[in-house]
């Protein structure tokens, strides 16, 4: 019996007794024996029994250690003081029972008839039946008389004797039997007598004994064999037990955790007793032992343990103990696998991760089909893949890091910054990394001497820039035709190269003035200057001040390069950013420049500053921004934001010392990166990040402490503005759903905190409710189109710049804000309904308007410049189709023409809207043309028709072309030769001259038909008498009028660009390449001359007027040529590009710069331009 003394950390003290044969069971489960109340106690904590000669003590595989008298071991002999504990509760063994019992003990017991001290002198005398010790006093009587000698023979004193106290022999005494005379015979005379002589002494003479025969020293023989025998059968025995007692004590310091003695003691057992019966089992414990010694502690030697464990499985798999032992390996394989795994994790290892999996290979070998299940129910997996990625991160950051330092080395910031990106891309979160962090502000700084300053001072100009065309008239929509109020504000928009003023109140043009197609953002209002803008004219990369009342030039300065976005305006000072890199500052009143920086990096968005004035904070196109201190003018700084390349679609915001970047770094969603700027005012510090499902276009508006984000997803938040010194300051207050599609750009302007203004495809009114934490939308307006610019507010209404549905240009809305209604609309940059072409007396151009009226623009107009006001279509209106029209001119009918394969046409007459639709026998395959009063349609279904242009009455048999079996002919425009013959051709090369034949019955007849044998790449041109042919294989094609014979042919030296043209005044034809070639033909059909406009195309069609030619090319050069020999006269540059062909009107030469807008060039000008 032993008694245990339970104490459970709260001062309560339990006694517990307990036998050997009794397994005591410690934990909180109530099964146990011993139930632990603390917390760290685990449902069965350990175990207590009985063990040979000792309590012993040990940890359940849950636990996997205790804790005795101090110490962490698995299993350890419990004796009388030792302490288990566990948590704070602790089991101490008080009275232990761990020697043998009372009947067990042998006790010592004195002798017999010995005294109490011991020893002979003690001794009573003999006891009943004692034999009594042998006596030394022999008695040799007999033997002296056995051996007297014979008669007459001296007799020697015998020295032993010691006195005559013993008898003489008897003299008669006979000789004892068996034992002869000497003179008896040899006892060697035979050998069964020698054998006799042996074994029973006979035969020996006096004196010869042999002492091997006699019996005495034969039974001490066999004594001795027999005590040898006996020995060895005890040395068996003790080395029986000596081996026993070595594998306990090897297998007892196993389980007490003490491998190293274990296989000390194993090893020793081993080589002492090799063959014993537990050397099998002692060979695989003691490599068991090898693996534990490195899996237990404080510090397990992993890599070791998985040598051991594989040199266990090599070395012992063919023990037959092996098999009991292989769970145990399996295990210990698994706890290995484990800490591999978790030391790859931790420490990002490859070689650790590389041991892990040849582990988990060796796993599979030693746990067969069950070691899959076991890694799956320890998790294995899911760990390897997580140390994997650790160690792949790892990896990432000393490539990344290498890369880094190859940058700073080679003094190039740009690939620090793009092996940082890389690694932030792939491992978020080691954007803030020390090592990272500090390879940054290197590059920073690299960046920031490289800057440069440029103080010279620069005065703008006040007088326009030399303008060889005229003041730009354009068409404008409107949904009324109301005239401006000419008093206060006005709002701006770009259109087709054209800066707008647009009065608020009904939408009336104001003023435009050319800025160039290029031009990045509309006209900004300067604050106090009494409504003048400014902008940037992108044909001389130049910033204007412009006068906002009728758009007058105030001052000009040159840029030196393009830009993106506004200018900043800071008090007195303006300051501009350009694409290049360098940062301008203006002065407002004068234009003059004050200063420049040069960044020496892409530049992006409009420039913010801190909330003193002192610096600006420039944000580069990727990566990092720029501090400049304004006063002396000086890059202090560069700090790394991390916004990718193009990334930042808008400008910051700067919310107090918050400085906000919104970044739109995925396809389909983008991020706030808030910054805090340092009390120095140089230093950026990222103190948060938003992420917002969709992008963000426009500077987050704010208002009070209410931040919004709109994005193209028509997700709309609000955020509280918190203290700088609130670990996160921007906390949402609420938030609508986004939607799965885009709606475009979105713009917004915050009117108060609970009101946001937001135009989009989907414009809206949303208001915020704080309290409940909602925000609810009070009207959208979802037909205006994709927005284009950001919202104007005026007077209290807010003006849309959209999309229009249908063509270019700007379309603005004023929206009424409480009730979402529409003041009015207007449309710039309309294109004419049909294209603007002279009066036959040259003093105009002659168009229709959307309901098909006929819109003349008299030259005098166009000269002064201005608008065209038409009003836009109502529900309900008889308008023309939408597209590019064509007109024609049938006598004193006019046709107007839909877009290609159109089924009908439309037949003008005298009042508004006034239209008749015409049904065609077939759809159009190219133009038709008026011949003969009549109308010649080409249809799709490869016939000719001839028909009444009025009705579509048919006034002659159609044409039928013989059946082919390629299917129907694919018609081109057709060309009117003399004899009132016609040019008909066929994409496939096939050219016809065609006839009406005026029988009885009028029909369409083909009189000479040409087959060139190669495809046709544009429609033919006529002189009369000649046909002027384009073929695919890159050739020009004359042929005769009159029987369709070659005439000549050209080659070109590019992709057919424009023709073959026909002036009908003239009956000259031009055809003009890619390369810039042009060729012109006369009226004979003869070539006139070919020139080279130096790789410059044609934008459209000549204008030919007297012996003049006017060619107009896409790079906006245009040449004043000799029509008899192509010979240069004069040439100008013009900076608008144009959109087609000039038109000759009297002495004025109008050129189309827009699908909607003309401008005039005065040809007196022109002649005193000359280069």
Request: charge should be negative; proline fraction near 9%.
């Amino acid at each position: 019996m032993a008694t245990l003394e339970i104490h459970d950390g709260k001062g309560r003290v339990e006694y517990l007794t307990i036998t050997r044969d009794q397994q005591v069971l410690i934990g909180s489960d109530p099964k146990c024996d011993i139930v632990l109340g603390d917390p760290s106690a685990l449902p069965f904590h350990g175990r207590l029994r009985w063990k040979t000669d000792r309590y012993k003590i040990e940890a359940t595989p849950e636990a996997r250690a205790i804790e005795v008298d101090g110490k962490k071991v698995v299993s350890s002999s419990f004796r009388q003081g030792s302490e288990l504990r566990v948590g704070k509760a602790r089991v101490f063994l008080i009275t232990p029972d761990d020697g043998p019992a009372d009947f067990e003990k042998t006790k010592v017991r004195a002798r017999p008839g010995a005294a109490v001290g011991g020893g002979w002198g003690g001794q009573m005398g003999g006891m009943p039946g004692e034999v009594a010790p042998p006596s030394f006093e022999a008695d040799f009587g007999e033997v002296e008389e056995a051996l007297d000698p014979p008669p007459g023979t001296p007799v020697r004193p015998n020295p032993r004797r010691r006195g005559g106290d013993r008898p003489a022999p008897s003299p008669s005494k006979a000789r004892p039997p068996g034992i002869e005379s000497p003179n008896a015979p040899s006892p060697f005379r035979s050998p069964v007598r020698w054998v006799q002589s042996i074994l029973f002494g006979k035969d020996q003479a006096p004196g010869e004994e042999r002492v091997l025969s006699s019996p005495v020293v034969i039974v001490l023989g066999l004594t001795v064999v027999l005590m040898i025998s006996l020995g060895f059968g005890l040395y068996g025995i003790i080395r029986e037990m000596s081996a026993d007692r070595a594998y306990s004590r090897a297998n007892e310091s196993m389980e007490n955790a003490e491998y190293r003695n274990a296989i000390e003691r194993f090893d020793a057992y081993l080589d002492s007793y090799p063959g014993h019966e537990h050397a099998s089992d002692a060979r695989v414990r003691s490599a068991m032992s090898r693996v534990r010694q490195f899996t237990t502690g404080g510090n397990p030697a992993w890599a070791s343990a998985l040598e051991a464990a594989g040199s266990m499985f090599e070395g012992t798999r063919q023990e037959p103990a092996f098999d009991d032992s292989r769970a145990d390996l399996a295990s210990a394989v698994m706890e290995i696998i484990t800490g591999l795994i978790d030391r790859a994790g931790r420490l990002a290892d490859a070689e650790a991760l590389s041991q892990a999996e040849a582990a988990i290979a060796l796993h599979d070998r030693v746990g067969g089909s069950a070691a899959t299940l076991a890694r799956d129910r320890n998790g294995v997996a899911d760990e390897l893949e997580g140390a994997r990625a650790s160690v792949t991160k790892s990896r990432h950051r000393a490539e990344a890091l290498a890369a880094m330092d190859a940058g700073l080395r080679a003094g190039d910031p740009e690939a620090t910054y793009d092996a940082r990106d890389s690694l932030v891309v792939r491992h978020p979160d080691l954007a803030d990394d020390p090592e990272v962090v500090s390879r940054l502000r290197s590059a920073n700084e690299l960046l920031r001497k490289e800057t440069s300053v440029e103080a010279d001072r620069i005065r703008a100009s006040t007088e326009p820039r030399p303008d060889p065309l005229g003041p730009p008239t354009s068409l404008v929509l409107r949904s009324t035709l109301e005239p401006a109020d000419g008093d206060g504000s006005l709002a701006f928009a770009v259109a087709d190269g054209l800066a707008y003023g647009i009065d608020p109140d009904h939408g009336a043009p104001v003023w435009h003035v050319p800025v160039g197609l290029d031009c990045p953002f509309p006209p900004v209002p300067i604050p106090g200057a009494g409504g003048d803008v400014l902008v940037v004219d992108a044909r001389h990369d130049d910033l204007v001040r412009l006068d906002g009342a009728d758009g007058r030039l105030v001052w000009r300065q040159k840029l030196g390069g393009p830009v993106a976005d506004p200018p900043l305006i800071l008090g007195n000072q303006i300051a501009q950013g350009t694409i290049e890199g360098r940062l301008l500052l203006f002065n407002v009143s004068t234009g003059e420049r004050q200063g420049a920086v040069d960044l020496g990096r892409r530049l992006s968005r409009t420039p913010v500053s801190d909330e003193l004035g002192r610096y600006y904070y420039v944000l580069g196109h990727s990566a990092v921004a720029f501090v400049i201190r304004r006063d002396p003018l000086e890059c202090v700084a560069v700090e790394y934001i991390g916004h990718q390349s193009g990334a930042a679609a808008c400008p910051p915001a700067r919310l107090g010392k918050y400085f906000i970047v919104a970044e739109n770094d995925r396809p389909d969603s983008g991020r706030w990166s808030i910054f805090q700027i340092g009390e120095d005012g140089t230093s950026l510090r990222l103190r948060q990040r938003l992420d917002h499902l969709g992008w963000t276009w426009e500077t987050p508006p704010s208002s009070g402490q209410v931040i919004w984000s709109a994005t193209d997803r028509g997700g709309i938040s609000s955020y509280a503005i918190g203290p700088y010194e609130q670990e996160d300051p921007f906390k949402l207050i609420a938030r609508t759903v986004a939607e799965g599609s885009r709606l475009g750009p979105t713009f917004a302007y915050a009117r108060t905190d609970r009101e946001l203004w937001v135009a989009s495809a989907r414009s809206a009114l949303y208001q915020l409710d704080a309290e409940q934490g909602k925000i609810s939308s009070g009207w959208t307006l979802s037909q205006a189109g994709a927005a284009t610019a950001p919202p104007q507010v005026v007077e209290g209404r807010m003006i849309l710049t959209q999309q229009p549905e249908l063509g270019r240009g700007a379309s603005l809305w004023c929206v009424e804000p409480r009730s979402g209604s529409v003041a009015w609309r207007t449309l710039l940059g309309s294109p004419w309904p049909t294209p603007a072409e002279p009066t036959p007396d040259g003093r105009g151009l002659d168009t229709l308007s959307g309901d098909g009226r006929r819109l003349l623009l008299p030259i005098e107009s166009i000269e002064a410049g201005g608008f065209v006001q038409e009003m836009l279509p109502r529900p309900g209106d008889r308008r023309l189709p939408v597209g590019r029209l064509r007109r024609l001119e049938a006598g004193d009918v006019t046709l107007i023409l839909p877009p290609a394969e159109a089924d009908h046409l439309y037949v003008r007459g005298d009042g508004p809207g006034d239209l008749t639709r015409v049904v065609l026998p077939s759809p159009l395959a190219a133009s038709p043309m008026v011949w003969g009063g009549n109308l010649l349609v080409p249809g799709v279904d490869g016939r000719a028709y001839l028909v009444d242009p009025r009705t579509g009455g048919p006034q002659a048999d159609p044409l039928l072309p013989s059946f082919t079996g390629d299917g129907p002919l694919r018609w081109l425009d057709p060309a009117l030769l003399d004899g009132d013959a016609v040019a008909l051709a066929d994409r496939d090369g096939t050219v016809r001259r065609l006839v009406r034949e005026d029988g009885g019955r009028p029909s369409l007849m083909v009189e000479v038909e040409v087959d060139l044998n190669q495809e046709l790449v544009a429609p033919p041109g006529s002189t009369m008498d000649t046909v002027i042919l384009a073929t695919a294989d890159g050739w020009i094609r004359a042929l005769a009028a009159r029987d369709l014979s070659p005439a000549g042919a050209w080659e070109l030296d590019a992709p057919l660009a424009l023709g073959p043209y026909t002036d009908a005044a003239t009956g000259t034809v031009v055809v003009a390449d890619a390369s810039g070639k042009v060729i012109a033909f006369g009226p004979g059909g003869e070539r006139l001359w070919t020139i080279d406009l130096e790789g410059d195309t044609l934008a459209g069609p000549p204008s030919i007027g007297g012996d003049e030619v006017w060619l107009l090319t896409l790079g906006g050069t245009l040449h004043r040529r000799s029509l008899f020999d192509g010979a240069s006269i004069d040439r100008f540059g013009l900076t608008p590009l144009p959109a087609g062909g000039p038109s000759l009107l009297g002495d004025a030469l109008i050129v189309p710069v827009g699908p909607g807008t003309v401008r005039p060039m005065p040809l007196i000008r022109a002649e005193s331009s000359t280069e």
